[in-house]
């Protein structure tokens, strides 16, 4: 699978910031242009893996739309 990220300065924190906006903007940063890549891997394949079985349920739910 190939991403696309964006790598910034931030100035104000004196890291990179890493975001993913291909993937509801999942984020990370580091000290060095590398170490925000590392993080924001890390990031996506955390939000990428499975849930476990335990945590998914098979009671009856119920779905309602919010105007906001």
Same mark, same amino acid.
Request: hydrophobic share 55%.
């Given at each position: 699978m190939i991403i696309r990220a964006i790598l910034e300065w931030d100035e104000e924190a004196q890291s990179y910031a890493a975001t993913c906006p291909e993937l509801n903007f999942v984020a990370s940063c580091g000290d060095t242009q590398e170490e /925000? !890549?590392?993080?924001l891997q890390d /990031? !996506?394949?955390?939000?990428l893996e499975p849930l476990p079985d335990h945590l998914l349920?098979?009671?009856?739910?119920?779905?309602?739309?919010l105007v906001i």
């Open positions: /925000a !890549i590392a993080n /990031a !996506i394949l955390l939000m349920t098979t009671k009856p739910s119920k779905i309602v739309e």
